[in-house]
């Protein structure tokens, strides 16, 4: 009897199926996908007597709260209930590593779109015309909006984290080449596809909430903590998430915990979700930063000396900013090392919605920084930027060590170096690029090089951890649950992979369960691009449980008792060493009738991080990431606008458990990183409110605004020790090989005329921000 669930990669018993491990092959949902089969959370069919919700929200970025009245609302048709602060019966808080976020403002609003009220009720319509008789009066007050305006009142929501190493101010005083300057970088809105969305149904005992999360077991917590229930009563499912890229790791708690309350109220399953707008305005964003930095450099390009001064834009909550902080300070030294340093930061407190987790979780921020030095050192000099970045990268001892105390082991930076530079024909291309700027015409050409360093792991050391839970059943067919989320990436591609390459059965045998942390409890956020790191070591370590017990049972079948160790699972079989098999799932049921428990956990940890924040030296990461870009741009002198004609990418992804997968996961992250860089502009108006709260004022990358040729290669032979099946994780990494079109588009701007000592131009390079470098390099000629 074949397994009676059939999927796109089934193939007869009689066909042998290879282990997916390693081997291209589709997204396991990409199908219902396409065909509108697969289901988000606001795709469920409604639960009965099921209410909707709806907010009333500050209009103010920083007001006293005098007084608050629902009493109109409440006796409105279709309104079931509205809630305030009063009505929580647990802890008004949803804050995540700090305290600091009422769920419903009280006495203070401290941002524009802050929640004060929920309207409950059984229509969306209805909860709206509600929600407009809410009555709350404010006592408007002075809002910090800016890191400048928070650092001068000394507005901060962490204290300062500083990393040192050797004597800076003295190689400074030193260098031949000796300069400073600032570097800003702007916020970007996650912009999922699915919106924040929850829905929670009572049940006996307890609350089920269905959250759209990167973080189901935080989002139990606070459900428990508001409701003031403990966590065993509260279950979180995650169907599958509609994008995430950080902004659904704390910030869809919220949410989620505003729905179980209102059901809790109504004993009625109630949903909770945001329209575009509503989200856009509720919701924090990519941590702005301005950085200060004093390079000094050797005349050959040798950087001596560097420290930077650096402040985030947290706004209004601590949120994951301390965390986020840290890595943006373990990454300013990017891919190069840096012998003398003083790096110091702090996240400013601002009245705008609380920044939050962005994909590179403050990396790409950190790498700006020194790309930025590099681009301007280059320029100073007169030398070719990607020249100058080789001198400079990480190598032999005692050039492989970070500023803060770890060594950057299996360091493919020349290796990644030296084959793109030759399958890119940088040196050929950049030459005719020059030939081509020196002809007439107001359209120029660019090109930049662009190198890596990203260091995998949750920086805080207990998050490096993860479940799961393998269930077989009789007929060989498997149940799989582990604790990452999948949010269209493709980790339930990988973890599949993993599950059937373990117990030798097909992909199409295994089902992936929806993520419950009555499953799999305790897990870590889907996050810091470690789940498939974390997931995948704790699916093998169930099944090889699994796998070890049947052992016996398979070896009694064939006969072979003394070779049980010798016996191969592959193919949907096990397999003696001389040849003689047994059907997998033949196995499964002597198992199940010889009564041997064929569901097992697997449970593991990453080993060995650490890190001391006084004395700012440790290991926070497992290993690094690396990677390389090419870029080839193409700029207008009559408006700015510009395009990226060529991208050649070479990454470093381990031995892929999944390269199709992956080759997504970097062209997806470069084009996300080109959209912060040179699209996406986050703007709130002199009293914090958001301009840009849609699609019809933010613009994320469209198709076309992709390279028009685009070139990406997973670096070969290329195995990770210590790592589920020498793979590398590549969720983030990639998107800050987008930063090279920063120094492409200086190298075209600077063509236009004789930009002084160094290219002038801000970040987003919005066409805008383009015009504007070119009009002031034209004015040096």
């Known amino acids: 009897?074949?397994?009676?669930?059939?999927?796109?990669?089934?193939?007869?018993?009689?066909?042998?199926?290879?282990?997916?491990?390693?081997?291209?092959?589709?997204?396991?949902?990409?199908?219902?996908?396409?065909?509108?089969?697969?289901?988000?959370?606001?795709?469920?069919?409604?639960?009965?007597?099921?209410?909707?919700?709806?907010?009333?929200?500050?209009?103010?970025?920083?007001?006293?709260?005098?007084?608050?009245?629902?009493?109109?609302?409440?006796?409105?048709?279709?309104?079931?209930?509205?809630?305030?602060?009063?009505?929580?019966?647990?802890?008004n808080d949803t804050g995540a590593a700090v305290h600091d976020e009422p769920l419903f403002a009280k006495e203070r609003a401290e941002y524009a779109g802050q929640l004060v009220a929920l309207v409950v009720g059984e229509s969306a319509a209805a909860c709206r015309a509600a929600a407009a008789q809410v009555e709350v009066e404010y006592q408007p007050l002075p809002a910090l909006l800016t890191i400048r305006d928070a650092v001068a009142a000394g507005s901060f929501l962490t204290d300062p984290h500083r990393i040192r190493r050797g004597d800076p101010e003295a190689e400074l005083a030193g260098s031949p080449l000796r300069f400073?300057?600032?570097?800003?970088?702007?916020?970007?809105?996650?912009?999922?596809?699915?919106?924040?969305?929850?829905?929670?149904?009572?049940?006996?005992?307890?609350?089920?909430?269905?959250?759209?999360?990167?973080?189901?077991?935080?989002?139990?917590?606070?459900?428990?903590?508001?409701?003031?229930?403990?966590?065993?009563?509260?279950?979180?499912?995650?169907?599958?998430?509609?994008?995430?890229?950080?902004?659904?790791?704390?910030?869809?708690?919220?949410?989620?915990?505003?729905?179980?309350?209102?059901?809790?109220?109504?004993?009625?399953?109630?949903?909770?979700?945001?329209?575009?707008?509503?989200?856009?305005?509720?919701?924090?964003k990519r941590h702005p930063f301005w950085s200060r930095f004093e390079a000094g450099f050797s005349e050959d390009g040798r950087i001596r000396a560097l420290t930077v001064e650096t402040y985030s834009n947290g706004g209004w909550s601590s949120d994951l900013s301390r965390a986020i902080l840290d890595r943006a300070l373990f990454h300013l030294d990017g891919a190069y090392f840096v012998p003398a340093v003083s790096f110091v930061g702090r996240a400013a407190k601002t009245n705008l919605p609380s920044s939050t987790a962005f994909r590179g979780f403050g990396g790409p921020q950190g790498i700006l920084v020194i790309e930025e030095v590099m681009n301007r050192a280059a320029e100073r000099l007169r030398m070719d930027p990607a020249e100058l970045r080789r001198r400079n990268l990480y190598g032999e001892a005692p050039r492989d060590t970070t500023h803060y105390g770890q060594v950057v082991r299996d360091n493919r930076l020349e290796r990644i170096h030296g084959e793109l530079m030759a399958s890119s024909a940088y040196a050929e291309r950049r030459a005719e690029i020059d030939r081509f700027n020196k002809g007439p015409g107001r359209v120029k050409r660019g090109i930049g090089f662009q190198m890596v360093k990203f260091g995998i792991s949750f920086t805080t050391s207990f998050l490096n951890q993860a479940g799961a839970l393998v269930n077989v059943f009789p007929d060989g067919t498997v149940q799989l649950n582990h604790g990452?989320?999948?949010?269209?990436?493709?980790?339930?591609?990988?973890?599949?992979?993993?599950?059937?390459?373990?117990?030798?059965?097909?992909?199409?045998?295994?089902?992936?369960?929806?993520?419950?942390?009555?499953?799999?409890?305790?897990?870590?956020?889907?996050?810091?691009?470690?789940?498939?790191?974390?997931?995948?070591?704790?699916?093998?370590?169930?099944?090889?449980?699994?796998?070890?017990?049947?052992?016996?049972?398979?070896?009694?079948?064939?006969?072979?008792?003394?070779?049980?160790?010798?016996?191969?699972?592959?193919?949907?079989?096990?397999?003696?060493?001389?040849?003689?098999?047994?059907?997998?799932?033949?196995?499964?049921?002597?198992?199940?009738?010889?009564?041997?428990?064929?569901?097992?956990?697997?449970?593991?940890?990453?080993?060995?991080?650490?890190?001391?924040h006084t004395q700012g030296r440790g290991k926070p990461f497992h290993y690094f990431a690396f990677g390389a870009a090419v870029i080839e741009v193409e700029v207008s002198g009559w408006t700015g606008e510009h395009r990226v004609l060529r991208a050649d990418i070479l990454h470093d992804a381990g031995d892929s458990l999944s390269p199709s997968i992956d080759r997504g996961q970097v062209e997806g992250a470069f084009i996300q990183g080109l959209g912060w860089l040179t699209r996406e502009e986050v703007l709130f108006d002199s009293k914090g409110h958001l301009l840009t709260h849609s699609p019809d004022t933010y613009k994320i990358p469209a198709f076309g605004d992709a390279p028009t040729d685009f070139r990406v290669a997973l670096l070969e032979r290329a195995a990770q020790a210590d790592v589920i099946h020498g793979s590398k994780a590549v969720g983030e990494p990639p998107l800050m090989l987008a930063i090279g079109v920063v120094a492409a588009l200086r190298h075209a701007i600077g063509a236009f005329g004789q930009p002084g000592p160094e290219v002038a131009l801000s970040i987003p390079c919005t066409p805008e921000a383009v015009l504007f470098a070119i009009e002031r390099a034209r004015a040096q000629k």
């Not at 069919?45 to 709806?54: D, E, I, Q, Y």
């Not at 912009?191 to 969305?197: A, M």
Request: net charge neutral; charged share 20%; with cysteine.
């Open 484 to 612: 990452g989320t999948e949010m269209g990436q493709g980790l339930h591609t990988k973890m599949l992979a993993v599950c059937a390459h373990e117990l030798g059965v097909p992909v199409s045998w295994i089902r992936a369960m929806n993520t419950a942390t009555d499953k799999v409890p305790n897990t870590s956020a889907t996050a810091a691009s470690s789940g498939a790191d974390l997931n995948g070591q704790a699916v093998k370590a169930a099944c090889d449980a699994i796998r070890e017990r049947l052992r016996p049972i398979a070896a009694r079948l064939l006969g072979a008792e003394e070779q049980g160790a010798s016996l191969r699972f592959a193919h949907g079989e096990v397999i003696a060493p001389g040849g003689a098999r047994v059907p997998f799932r033949k196995v499964t049921d002597a198992a199940y009738l010889a009564q041997v428990p064929l569901s097992a956990t697997g449970y593991y940890r990453t080993p060995d991080i650490h890190y001391d």
């Open 1 to 91: 009897m074949s397994p009676p669930l059939q999927g796109p990669f089934a193939r007869k018993l009689s066909e042998p199926e290879p282990s997916p491990l390693h081997r291209p092959g589709p997204h396991e949902s990409a199908l219902r996908h396409a065909s509108g089969e697969a289901l988000y959370v606001d795709d469920l069919p409604a639960p009965a007597g099921m209410l909707v919700a709806w907010p009333v929200t500050s209009p103010h970025a920083s007001a006293r709260i005098v007084r608050r009245d629902a009493s109109k609302a409440r006796g409105m048709p279709g309104v079931q209930l509205v809630l305030m602060a009063e009505d929580v019966p647990g802890e």
């Open 180 to 284: 400073g300057g600032e570097v800003e970088s702007g916020a970007q809105d996650h912009f999922y596809l699915e919106t924040q969305v929850a829905l929670a149904i009572p049940e006996e005992g307890g609350m089920r909430v269905l959250s759209s999360t990167q973080h189901p077991s935080e989002v139990q917590a606070i459900v428990a903590r508001v409701l003031g229930l403990g966590r065993h009563q509260v279950v979180v499912e995650v169907p599958r998430m509609g994008g995430g890229f950080g902004g659904k790791e704390t910030q869809g708690a919220p949410f989620a915990a505003l729905a179980a309350l209102a059901a809790a109220r109504c004993r009625r399953p109630v949903k909770v979700c945001l329209n575009r707008d509503q989200d856009m305005e509720m919701t924090g």
